[in-house]
Structure formats: structure tokens, C-alpha cells
């Protein structure tokens, strides 16, 4: 749109205050936090005497936040996987049940609606050791008459493969059940955005309904697969609330991430230069996977 | 036909074990303390009572309240003012508005605990820590990211033309917003109210840092509360969660589709 000098300068003033508000609230935040991670605070009262990357150094020695990263880097990786996977394969299914395609597609996604917090209190009950599974399990084992009880511990189990806390797997079917939905969604949408004509002419030529999807429909939604692995990612490497309630840091940190350490060393210990210097190990990790995606879509946006 | 009968067949069937949260969620909440604890805690409750709602009422009305108290008024600034924003940045583009906007867009996507310090610190100072205008106006400032791109989005698809005409007619920048661009982004405001309401509403994080008197919380910090302390009976907690999610539920029942968009809009780049 054409606009003059003076109507510029109007339009501008009247963007100012977010503009302003993102700037201070989000970038002079993160400077603000950056300053706090290099600082001697780390008692009730603030002390910004600058001590170096001591705090980052602490953090990297507790073996709290090794194990921490571990979690969080399995949880990403089935979170992501497993929500990819049977969101892409669900919305196939869906996006063939012509007739309950909005219904299905509503029913799969209403976790969305849900608070996490929520969330946790349900699955928290289906994973304790003496209800849900558990409990489900024994009632059964009763019934055929078998004279044993299970008394796993799921979410409190301390059970270990290697590095991998299978306390992790309730949290992340908990997750995964949050947001597969989300990514089926988002799928449907591409798939709903297919040119139907390319699809009636590859018909048109002889291709079988499975080669529609292994040539046509699935390379054509490899920029949505792109975009969820993002999206996740960015997801299940700042979550806290669903962990926080569900199961909290766990014994022996088998259910410990980044940003219960860092909720729990701020504001509990009042160490806040070592949580300061957690949340930006957690913002440098989100940025690598977000960075490129917004470039990428301001270059974009520009090329529109 | 057969291929048919079978997606239908194994959608259902995903779908009940899908809903067995909601489902135990439901039958829980409704059970007596001793069935809750028996051999019949997967069934239907032989005698349905309120015990397990009436306890989550007394002990949450009040947080309930709050919620609305907080998520109405986020709500309604966050619209207006991403309306006026996603305006600007799509229909008057000054030099590096793109930059700006892919700047603001960044704000959505940050780890919010790597701003908790600071936002402690600056509430605090100017007298609004603990407080729900404090809540709300954190939740009003990170919400700008989402709703700017929200009606961005919205406003990039109404001709240009539209504005030129009505910049003929002799309106101004304000005056094409007012009677132009306000009367026909219903849609958007829809989008992006739907999509607020449920993210402020649900939000855990931040009414847990800002507020910290039970008086001010809003119901999730509440329930949490709740699930974290032993005395507490199931019922009672799971009656407590069905009272938080009925809002929101009933927003994505009548609004679903307005929700969906707000969703996609948050991930796919239109």
C-alpha cells in the first residue's frame, strides 16, 4: 500500500507498543536472564556480581541435568516419532472415511482442548501402581484365577535400559495421546489441499490407489513432516506442565527434564543464576530447531 | 464395501481406546471413595453420586472464577490488539516489517522459562506481581506473536483493492481498519478468540510463576494442587478436572473449526 510520510509515521507509532512489548518482554528478557546466568545470584536476593560461566559449568557437572538431558533427548525422540507416525497414518485412514472425516477428525483432536494439567491427573491414575493398568491387570489375572499380582511401577519405576528411565514411556503415551491429533490435523489439511484433478489423472492412468499415496500424496506432504518435526520438537523440549503434575522430577530423577530442574532451582532453591543458565540451555536447544524454520519462512514470505 | 466396513471398523475401535482417559475420568469422579479403591475401579459406578464433585466445588469454585476473570479479558485485548497489528504489518508494510514480523514470531516459539526471572522481577516492580492483572497482562503480551500471525494471515488474503477503495472514499489508515477491515475479519477474530481462550485457560506455567496466593490462582494451579497432595481422594480430583475442562470442551464443541485454524495457523506458514 502506498502511504506518505506522515502516515507512515502514524502507523508506526501505532504498532509501537508491541512492538515494544516483544522487544522488552521477550528479547530484553532473554538479555535480562543471559545476565542473571553470568551472576553470583543465586540467594533470595538478587546479586548481579559477575562470576563468569561458573553457574553453566555447576549445571553441566550436576549429574541431575546429565540425566535430564538424557530424558528429555528420548522423550523427543518417541514424542516426535510416534505422534509423526500415527498422525500421518491416521489421517489417511481418516481422510478415507468419507462421511466421518470431520467427525474423526474432531474426536482425534480434542486433547488439544484439554489442560495438560488435566491430562496428567488421568494418566497419572491409568499408570500408578495400585490403579489403572495395574489394577486392570490383577482384576483379570483374578477372574482366570491366577494367584499372582502385578505391581509394576510405571511412572515411579526405576527400571533402567541403558540411559532409558522406563518411567519415561507413561509420560510419553500421555504426550503422544495430547498431540497426535494436532498432527493428524495438520495432515488432513495437506492432504485436503491435494489438486484433486492430479490425483483423478494419475487414476486416469492406470495407478493403483496405493501408488496414489507411495507417489503423489506422500512426497507432496514432506514439507508438513518438516513443519511437525518443529513443532514437536519445539513442544517436548519446553514441556513442564504435563510432567510436573504427572509424575514430577521422580525418584532418582527417572522422570527429571530440563524445565522441572530449572522451575525447581529458581524458584525452590532460589539459585537463580543456575536457573537462569538451565532455561538458556533449554532456549539454544528450542532456537537450533527454530531458527532455520523461521528463516526459511521469511525468505518465503518475501519471495510471495 | 469391504475396505469400508473395515477403516470404520478399526476407527471406532482406535477411537474407544482413545476416549478411555475421558472415560476414566468420568466414571471416577462419579464413584463413591470406596468404590474408587476396589476390584471394580474400571466400571461403571454401581451407584452414581456427587460426593466426588460437591468436595472439587468447594475447594475450587473460587479458582474457577479466577479463570474466567483471567482468560475473558486476555482474551479480548489479545484479539484487538493482534487485529490491529496483523492490520499493519499485511496492508501498510513499512521497510522492514517482514524483518519485525518474523522477530515478533520468534516470541511464540522461546522456552518461556528462559523469561520467568526477569518477568518476576518487572511484575514485581511495578506492583503487579501476584496479581491477575499481572496474569493477564502476561498473557496478553506473549500472546501477540500468535494472534499478529493470526490475522496477518487473514487480512493477506482481502484485496488490496478494498483499501485503495476506501482510501478513495477518503478514510484514513484507522478509518479502512474501522469500516473495512473490522466488519469483514469476524472469521479471525473468531480464530483467534477460540484459540486464546483455550491456550490462556489452560496455561499452567505462567499462573503458577505470577500468582501465588490460592485467591488469585486460576483453577489449573489449583487442581494441580490438588493431584499433588495425598489426602486427596480420586474422585474428588478427577471431578475437579472434568470442572476445568468443561469451558474450554464447550468451545471446541460449538468452535471447533475456528480452533483448527487458529491451530494450523500456529504451524503451517500460510
Redesign the interface.
Known sequence: ?K?SSK??A???L??IP??A??AV??????G??VV?SLSNWNGIL?DYSFAGIRNFVEVFKNVRFIIDIFNNAFFSILFIGICVGAGLV?AI??D??VK?RDF???????P???????????????FSP???IN??IN?FL?KIGVDHTVEFGWIISTIKLGPFNLALIPLTIAAC?AFVG?IM??YL??IRGIPAELIESARVDGASERMIYWKIILPLLKP?TL??II?LG?IS??M??LF??MS?RGPGFITDFP?IF??EA??RANR?GQ??A???I??AM?AVV??PY?KI??R???AD | MRK?IL??F??IT??LL?F???Y??FI?SIKSTGEI?S?T??NLPKDPNIEGFVKAWGKLKGNLLNSFYLTIPATIFSAF?GS??GY??S????PGA??????????M???????????V??LNSIGLYGSMPGLILTHV??G??IT?LIFRNYYSGVP?EL??AAKIDGA??FGTYYYVMLKIALPAFAVASVYQF?SI??D??FA??VTQSPRVQPI?VA??NL??SYYVE?NT??A???L??IP??L??IFL?RF??RG??A????G
Not at chain 1, 25 to 30: A, L, W
Not at chain 1, 112 to 126: C, D, E, G, L, Y
Open positions: 500500500m502511504q502516515e507512515r502514524i502507523i508506526i501505532t504498532v508491541s512492538i512489548g516483544v518482554f521477550v528479547y530484553g528478557f532473554i535480562w536472564t542473571v538478587p491416521l485412514i481418516v478415507q472415511s466421518g474423526f477428525r474432531n474426536a482425534f483432536l480434542f488439544m482442548v484439554i489442560s495438560p494439567v488435566v491430562t496428567a491427573v488421568a494418566w497419572k491414575w491409568i495400585k490403579t489403572g489394577a486392570l482384576i483374578l495421546w494436532y490435523a495438520m489439511a495437506a508438513i513443519g511437525a513443532i519445539h523440549l519446553r513442564f506442565d510436573f503434575v514430577g524445565s530449572m522451575y529458581t524458584f537463580y536457573g537462569a538451565i532455561s538458556l533449554m532456549l528450542v527454530i531458527v523461521l519462512s521469511l518465503k514470505g518475501v | 469400508k477403516i470404520y478399526f476407527l482406535l477411537l482413545f478411555i482417559p475421558l476414566v475420568l471416577t479403591t476390584r475401579m474400571w490488539l490491529w497489528n499493519i504489518l496492508k501498510w508494510k513499512f517482514d524483518i519485525i514480523f518474523t522477530l515478533i514470531m520468534f516470541g516459539f522461546i522456552p518461556h522459562q528462559s523469561i520467568l526471572i526477569p518477568l522481577q518487572v503480551v506473549y501477540i506473536p499478529t488490496d483499501i485503495e484514513n489508515v483455550s485457560w489452560n499452567f506455567l503458577l510463576i489449573t487442581l494441580a493431584a499433588g480420586w480430583q478427577m475437579g478436572a472434568l476445568l475442562t474450554p470442551l468451545v471446541f471447533g480452533f483448527i491451530l494450523l500456529g504451524s503451517v506458514k
